[in-house]
């Protein structure tokens, strides 16, 4: 198959996708707001007070959910190295949050009391290649990981994504051993054919 037929045949899906339309109609920026707004309903995640962390948050559906939730009496950072529009009551940081210098400005903006929730629905740049791209998405997980440990609160909580493959059970592991509870969570708008799916843990343990 060539990329122009390929590339014409997404678009016709994205079209077609009942969340594309719906997030189109709502005026958000990606159909994955919808994941987010699902787990939430079922785990009651987010509160209006709450300090939220979304990694990798462009185009920025997911900062503009929570921005529907979180009051004056919270704060949103959102965190990417691509740019994104502005979003009211969403403080936006360009980089890469694994840099040491992005990483202090996070840290000076949550202040003391740590975050509550850190979310991720980060991807690598895929290649095709499934070990590969399945070695990279673990790889960036235990990143997130590690950036939890330096910002969120004890018993804060953590929703990430993975796909499933070599690896997850050893990092699902990893959070089991640092968190009170760790979920599962496939959302109806994830895609059938995909192997993602989103790992919720509660109560980080300092």
């Not at 339309?21 to 209006?48: C, T």
């Not at 919270?74 to 009211?88: F, K, S, V």
């Not at 330096?150 to 804060?156: F, R, Y």
Request: hydrophobic residues 35%; proline residues 4%.
């Amino acid at each position: 198959m060539t990329k122009n037929k390929s590339s014409k045949q997404w678009i016709k899906s994205q079209n077609r996708d009942p969340y594309v339309i719906k997030a189109r109609k709502s005026h958000f920026r990606s159909r994955a707001v919808y994941k987010l707004q699902e787990i939430n309903q079922k785990d009651k995640l987010i509160k209006p007070n709450y300090c939220v962390i979304d990694l990798g948050s462009s185009p920025g559906g997911w900062s503009q959910y929570l921005s529907s939730i979180i009051d004056s009496r919270g704060q949103i950072i959102a965190i990417d190295i691509l740019p994104m529009e502005p979003i009211e009551h969403v403080f936006c940081i360009l980089g890469d949050f694994t840099d040491e210098i992005v990483q202090k400005q996070c840290i000076t903006k949550v202040g003391k009391q740590g975050s509550d929730l850190v979310i991720s629905d980060m991807s690598p740049n895929l290649t095709g290649i499934r070990v590969a791209d399945q070695s990279r998405n673990i790889a960036l997980a235990e990143l997130v990981y590690d950036f939890c440990t330096q910002i969120l609160k004890p018993g804060g909580d953590l929703l990430i994504k993975l796909f499933e493959g070599e690896g997850t059970h050893e990092y699902r592991q990893l959070l089991k051993d640092n968190f009170t509870k760790v979920l599962i969570r496939k959302p109806k708008a994830s895609r059938d054919q995909s192997r993602e799916f989103y790992v919720l843990a509660r109560s980080y343990k300092l």
